[in-house]
């Protein structure tokens, strides 16, 4: 949802909301006899289209496109190189249609067009998948056939544009996806009902609490006007009222995949291949680890990032992961600022936890020790949300400039106390892959 307005009803949820039928719909077909594994593939890939041309209109030709060129250079590269070229070619489609909407909120000073908004953010989703796949195919999971015409030219095109995925949800992994849209029809259950309900009544309860953060909001004095530390609780009350709004599109996703067959299931032999489900509330705001908070965030994503860049980075790793999340996520002032200052925190999280645990002995100081870095914890992380999600140079300068910047500097100093006692900054962002 990055990139997209969070205060109201958002216009994803209702075009996922649109979805459902079909969902519905596709599961119900898929448990005929004569509903084969083609009519399948090309059901998910039509109803990709549909509702992309719905939701983007025209600008659903910056979607299209790259999937296509995508799956040519699946065809047509060897397995060794089709994973440069196509994170190349991807990444520099993606960054040009970012450029277009920073000509239009900096230079022009217009607000963007909302079908653009929602374009990008699907655009950010295909990247996801394209690179995934690419990874797969250079790495041998995944072997193409030469045939332009066969089955392996319909099921990728499927699988980068099938309507459960494409507005929102956690990363599919190819393997996944082909083996679901293949059971026999014996094992197709109608509905997953558990599951979505349970996601489907968190949705509703995470818009109630929504609304309410956002009357508090409104009440309250703006950034702008907040002077000294009445700038905390502006900043603590936008923060939660960004997570609820990612906590809700993460459940309304996840319910709409297993509407359609595709929910994760965590005793399914190909759970480990980066299928995770995006919102584990729970260790989110329950946390006193920001590293901890920073793997469970948007888990697939962490998963993407950490099979695309940190396993494959020879130096600085953790700067390199959190440096190329801002490139993806748009390169706005604000995010470049917001990911390098994540990048600093979750190091400094590393020394400081790490001396803590050898100078803290006693329950009780451990349990002061505990409450007081969640709230820490939870600060930061405000912080950080505040700097990536108002994105703006001006929105920038106002955090920066309020009484809010004292968390992260305390931090920093920290970090820098630490690092002359201890060498841990070349092992410890090692704890970013666990």
């Given at each position: 949802m990055d990139g997209l307005p969070l205060f109201y009803f958002h216009p994803v949820t209702f075009y996922?909301?649109?979805?459902?039928?079909?969902?519905?719909?596709?599961?119900?077909?898929?448990?005929?006899?004569?509903?084969?594994?083609?009519?399948?593939?090309?059901?998910?890939?039509?109803?990709?289209?549909?509702?992309?041309?719905?939701?983007m209109a025209h600008y659903s030709v910056l979607v299209f496109t790259p999937a296509v060129c995508a799956v040519a250079l699946f065809q047509s590269m060897s397995p060794e190189k089709v994973h440069r070229w196509t994170l190349s070619f991807q990444m520099t489609w993606q960054t040009f249609c970012h450029l277009g909407l920073h000509y239009t909120?900096?230079?022009?000073?217009?607000?963007p067009c909302m079908r653009f908004c929602i374009t990008l953010s699907s655009l950010m989703l295909l990247t996801q998948r394209i690179t995934w796949l690419s990874l797969d195919i250079c790495e041998g999971k995944v072997v193409v056939k030469e045939a332009w015409r066969g089955p392996c030219v319909l099921s990728f095109c499927s699988y980068l544009l099938f309507f459960p995925a494409?507005?929102?949800?956690?990363?599919?992994?190819?393997?996944?996806?082909?083996?679901?849209?293949?059971?026999p029809e014996s094992l197709w259950r109608p509905l997953y009902l558990g599951p979505t309900t349970r996601r489907g009544l968190l949705f509703l309860g995470l818009q109630l609490l929504k609304t309410l953060v956002s009357g508090m909001l409104r009440a309250s004095t703006s950034l702008a006007s907040c002077r000294r530390f009445g700038c905390v609780y502006v900043m603590w009350t936008t923060a939660v009222l960004f997570k609820l709004s990612y906590y809700s599109h993460w459940m309304l996703d996840e319910a709409l995949l297993w509407v359609a067959g595709f929910g994760l299931d965590s005793r399914a032999p190909l759970h480990s291949e980066g299928d995770v489900s995006d919102a584990d509330i729970w260790t989110l705001e329950t946390t006193h680890r920001l590293s901890l908070f920073t793997r469970t965030w948007?888990?697939?994503?962490?998963?993407?990032?950490?099979?695309?860049?940190?396993?494959?980075?020879?130096?600085?790793?953790?700067?390199q992961t959190f440096s190329f999340s801002a490139w993806w996520h748009g390169l706005h002032p604000g995010q470049i600022f917001g990911f390098l200052c994540w990048a600093l925190m979750v190091e400094a999280d590393?020394?400081?936890?790490?001396?803590?645990?050898?100078?803290?002995r006693s329950r009780p100081g451990r349990l002061l020790y505990r409450i007081t870095s969640w709230a820490y914890t939870q600060l930061i992380i405000a912080y950080i949300l505040l700097a990536v999600e108002l994105r703006s140079l001006s929105a920038l300068?106002?955090?920066?400039?309020?009484?809010?910047?004292l968390f992260p500097l305390g931090?920093?100093?920290?970090?820098?106390?630490?690092?002359?006692?201890?060498?841990?900054?070349?092992t410890s962002p090692t704890s970013f892959t666990q």
């Open positions: 996922q909301g649109v979805a459902f039928p079909f969902a519905l719909l596709f599961n119900f077909l898929c448990a005929m006899d004569s509903f084969s594994i083609t009519a399948r593939y090309i059901f998910l890939l039509v109803g990709g289209c549909l509702l992309a041309w719905t939701a909120e900096y230079y022009l000073q217009e607000p494409l507005l929102g949800g956690p990363l599919c992994s190819f393997k996944r996806f082909q083996a679901r849209v293949s059971r948007n888990q697939s994503t962490t998963k993407w990032l950490r099979r695309l860049v940190f396993e494959r980075a020879k130096t600085w790793p953790l700067l590393y020394l400081i936890h790490g001396r803590a645990k050898e100078l803290i300068q106002l955090l920066g400039a309020s009484y809010n910047s931090y920093c100093m920290f970090l820098a106390l630490l690092a002359r006692n201890k060498k841990q900054a070349g």
